[in-house]
Each structure stands twice: as C-alpha cells, then as structure tokens.
C-alpha cells in the first residue's frame, strides 16, 4: 500500500509517525492506529513490528521503514537530485526569458 508513494513522501511518512525521532517505536504504531480509529490487539501491533523490524531490536529505523514499502535510501537521495535538478532547469529558463525581453 505505501509502496505507491515516493521515497521522499515515504521519509516524511516516517518522521510523521516516529514523532521526529530516530526510529519507530512499537507505542508510535498504537498511538498512530488509534488516531485513525483501527482498533488493534497487542498482537496485531507485535505482528507489524516483526514485519518491519528485520533487526529484531523492538524498532524501525528508516532503513527498515523504507524496505517494507518497498523503497530505499538510495531512492530518497535519487528523488532529490531530480527534484533539485528541475528547480535548477527552471531556474535558468526563467533566467533565459527575463533576458530574452530584454
């Protein structure tokens, strides 16, 4: 399901759920299920967190996060070197059509 989204959206997804920490904790999964109203069993939540956590270490980091939907570090540097490289190509043409009128 959240493989649909970028990389980039995917990394904000999880400072979102993490509350701007490092890493996901398993009362982050509870409290951000019971915000949208999914009522979970203990083994529910244990059940995503052994998903996700391929460590073992009771927490998902971004690594983990991202390789469960399917998305990479690697991914989020690529989607911001096209996002930049974009704003640089508009930069210029604007640059281009200011002193074309000129």
């Known amino acids: 399901m959240l493989s649909k989204y970028g ?4 990394s904000e997804t999880f400072k979102k759920v993490s509350a701007r920490k490092k890493v996901i904790y398993m009362e982050d999964i509870r409290i951000l299920l019971d915000q949208n109203g ?3 069993k203990q083994h529910h939540i ?3 967190l052994r998903r996700c956590d391929h460590d073992a270490d009771m927490k998902i980091d971004l690594d983990e996060f991202l390789e ?3 998305r990479s570090l690697t991914e989020i540097e690529d989607e911001k070197k096209t996002i930049e490289a974009k704003v640089e190509q508009d930069r210029i043409s604007r640059i281009n059509r200011s002193i074309e009128s000129a």
């Open 7 to 10: 990389a980039i959206g995917m």
């Open 38 to 40: 999914v009522a979970c």
């Open 46 to 48: 244990d059940a995503i």
């Open 68 to 70: 469960s939907a399917g």
